[in-house]
């Protein structure tokens, strides 16, 4: 990167991978910036929202490939990428990722390469896209920069951090410029749950981080810069630009987000969604419905063989910030559909005080004790292993080993990852 682009970075007051650089001058706060105790979105801006209010002027005189979706939104919801060609930004191309760029396709799908016809921009399809192919993709489009702009949710086992690993990779094979426009972590930064072990990884978990990381995207960027790119073959990118969040801190959580979430897929509907999601996420691997085909994806948990007892056993545990309800449910597709599925809703009574990956343990090891139909969902487990990062969890759960006892197995890897971690964070706040 030439010292005029990075000095025009720095006065934009812009992370870079070196830290976080002071002096961002942005609108004012509709309600006056968050100071720690207010649990609104009042008071929060996306880094796209910083961007765009100095019109885009990081991406001066650059011609620009942009990887989001429907969650790529400013403030009043405008896609940031209808705002920059409105601006005079040269958008070069959209990469779109599971689920596409505008959002119409259901999970595992995307959409076809096209022309954009809001904006004339050609939309590529980059679902499942390598390295090698985003590098294709890049040079075919005649991009300089690359932007990033998804909201996460906090996920290993969420498809779009990969999205942007891959990418990046991409970027440093084909020379070009990484900026990320970052977003709040929805789950408060807090980080939980087992770290994948390398053997263990594939499209739902890349690179040795927490089943909850606890970092925003801009973060994780800067972490996988730092730790993993050698290791996949390609030069650290010079720099990881992020634009930061501004008035958002670790242990804001969902309540802080609810008034501006967008779905950043079919499947999650909301930021509560998104709360308990690292937890119940891990019944994808089970013959028990994850909820979708309702209006309630990965809250509402149920097989053909459920009953009330699964509901009362739970409560009985008194884990925080949950409670069960009795359910049932009809999935109108994916596991048992068209069945009358016996379950539990989860409640969030307290989203801020929620592990949900213990939450979902305790769920998991309570229904195999009840149920004898419990099983995983025909791979013999493999799918349990490639949420869970390993084949531990699965030894231990097959073993009869208790959820107590499985949580606490994963405690020293998950120290490790969080002192690892820390110096690339850009917000304050307890992890």
Request: proline share 5%; glycine share 12%.
């Amino acid at each position: 990167m030439s010292t005029s682009r990075r000095g025009l970075f720095r006065a934009a007051g812009i992370a870079t991978a070196a830290g976080a650089v002071s002096g961002i001058v942005a609108p004012a706060f509709a309600d006056g910036p968050t100071d720690g105790t207010r649990r609104t979105a009042g008071g929060a801006l996306a880094g796209a929202d910083v961007a765009a209010a100095d019109n885009w002027g990081i991406l001066a005189g650059r011609r620009v490939g942009v990887i989001t979706n429907p969650t790529g939104v400013l403030r009043d919801f405008t896609s940031i990428v209808d705002d920059m060609v409105a601006k005079g930004v040269t958008v070069g191309a959209v990469f779109g990722p599971e689920h596409g760029f505008r959002g119409t396709a259901q999970a595992g799908s995307s959409e076809p390469k096209s022309v954009d016809p809001r904006t004339g921009v050609t939309v590529y399809d980059a679902y499942g896209a390598n390295a090698a192919k985003f590098a294709g993709f890049f040079t075919e489009a005649e991009v300089d920069v690359v932007v990033f702009d998804i909201q996460d949710v906090g996920a290993r086992f969420y498809t779009y951090i990969w999205t942007m690993f891959s990418a990046m990779q991409a970027a440093s094979s084909a020379g070009v410029d990484f900026v990320v426009l970052d977003r709040p972590n929805p789950l408060g930064g807090k980080a939980r749950g087992p770290v994948l072990k390398p053997e263990f990884a594939s499209g739902v978990g890349q690179l040795e981080i927490a089943q909850q990381h606890g970092m925003t995207v801009g973060e994780l960027a800067r972490y996988f810069n730092a730790t993993f790119m050698t290791r996949a073959g390609v030069q650290p990118l010079p720099a990881i630009e992020v634009v930061q969040v501004q008035g958002w801190k670790r242990g804001m959580h969902v309540e802080d987000l609810a008034d501006r979430w967008v779905m950043p897929s079919p499947n999650m509907p909301t930021p509560w969604t998104a709360t308990i999601y690292p937890g119940t996420g891990m019944f994808e691997a089970t013959n028990m419905s994850e909820g979708r085909g309702t209006t309630r994806p990965f809250e509402l948990i149920g097989a053909p063989y459920g009953d009330y007892r699964w509901a009362a056993a739970l409560n009985e545990q008194g884990l925080a910030g949950v409670d069960f309800r009795e359910a049932y449910f009809v999935p109108t597709f994916s596991k048992n559909e068209g069945k009358v599925c016996g379950g539990v809703q989860v409640h969030l009574i307290d989203p801020s005080g929620v592990d949900a990956v213990a939450v979902g343990t305790h769920m998991l090891v309570t229904a195999r004790d009840l149920y004898a139909d419990f099983d995983w969902r025909g791979d013999g487990g493999r799918w349990i292993d490639l949420l869970t990062g390993s084949d531990r969890f699965r030894t231990q759960f097959e073993a009869g080993e208790s959820a107590t006892q499985i949580i606490a197995a994963w405690q020293r890897d998950l120290r490790r990852f969080v002192v690892d971690t820390n110096r690339f964070l850009l917000y304050r706040g307890p992890r």
